[in-house]
């Protein structure tokens, strides 16, 4: 018998793997930021959506039921996002269905459909790379960008705040530099200005600059030398996800 055959016969006798263990529960949140990967099986997985967790018995669900869980009814007056582990946004439709057993989830998000009546046609002042804007609208953000290109600013209006502060929503301003997406972002504004419900003060927060003829409060946060911008992976919607982390870590701090 050649080689070749007893090689062949050895991988034919070669034993299965065994699959990994189910878990009772599985909170896909925090596995994606602790693990990442691919999760195991489970039992139950524990979702969130906007501000709340839920406990779900089965694997997989549609947009439409992951709003109706939510009690975001008539589920058709819903945007509905799904926040992978990076930053990313993906926009989740009311038949599409969202495998929670998929590695990256971390948790979904809301916005009412009506959020921009009465605001009129939203400002395109200056181009923003194609990718930013086909995220942002993915998004469901209600955007705007003005001034001039390389000194201009993203606006985005109706952004939903972690509970906590003086308001559940605000604007965020982010201003677009020369030489953007090469050129990091830096910093982030809001209006109307943003105070803690416990009275608490905000560090480096105190600045108020002019932007499209309204205040804003700056909130002085930037990339670090160990954590610097990445050209060609960073961009406005990694940018937001930023933001929401500021806003969240805000108070995490003694």
Same mark, same amino acid.
């Given at each position: 018998m050649s080689n070749d055959h007893k090689n062949a016969d050895k991988v034919e006798q070669l034993p299965a793997q065994p699959?990994?263990?189910?878990?009772?529960?599985?909170?896909?949140?925090?596995? &994606?930021?602790?693990?990442?990967?691919?999760?195991p099986k489970a039992k139950r997985y524990r979702i969130r959506i906007d501000r709340e967790k839920y406990t779900v018995e089965v694997p997989e669900m549609t947009g439409r039921q992951i709003l109706e869980l939510a009690k975001k009814l008539p !589920?058709?007056?819903w945007i509905l996002n799904q926040k992978l582990k990076g930053g990313h946004v993906k926009a989740i439709g009311l038949t599409d269905?969202?495998?929670? +057993?998929?590695?990256?989830?971390? +948790?979904?998000?809301t916005l009412p459909k009506d959020q921009t009546e009465g605001v009129g046609t939203p400002r395109r002042q200056f181009q923003l !790379?194609?990718?930013d804007v086909e995220a942002l609208e993915a998004a469901g953000f209600h955007w705007e960008t003005v001034g001039a290109g390389g000194n201009g600013w993203l606006l985005v209006h109706g952004y939903q705040l972690p509970g906590g502060y003086n308001v559940?929503?605000? &604007?965020?301003?982010?201003?677009?530099?020369?030489?953007?997406?090469? /050129? !990091? $972002?830096?910093?982030?504004?809001?209006?109307? $200005?943003l105070s803690r419900s416990?009275?608490?003060?905000?560090p480096a927060t105190q600045a108020v600059v002019q932007i499209d003829g309204t205040n804003w409060q700056r909130w002085s946060r930037h990339y670090s030398p160990v954590h610097p911008w990445i050209p060609g992976e960073?961009?406005?919607? /990694?940018? $937001?996800?930023?933001?929401?982390?500021?806003l969240e870590r805000e108070f995490q701090r003694n």
């Open positions: 699959e990994a263990a189910e878990v009772e529960e599985l909170d896909i949140e925090e596995f &994606s930021k602790v693990h990442g990967g691919k999760p !589920p058709e007056h269905v969202v495998d929670f +057993r998929e590695p990256g989830i971390e +948790r979904f998000m !790379p194609e990718g559940p929503a605000a &604007s965020v301003a982010v201003q677009i530099p020369g030489g953007y997406p090469t /050129t !990091p $972002l830096d910093m982030v504004f809001f209006n109307p $200005l416990d009275g608490r003060g905000i960073y961009n406005v919607i /990694t940018h $937001l996800a930023l933001v929401r982390h500021w």
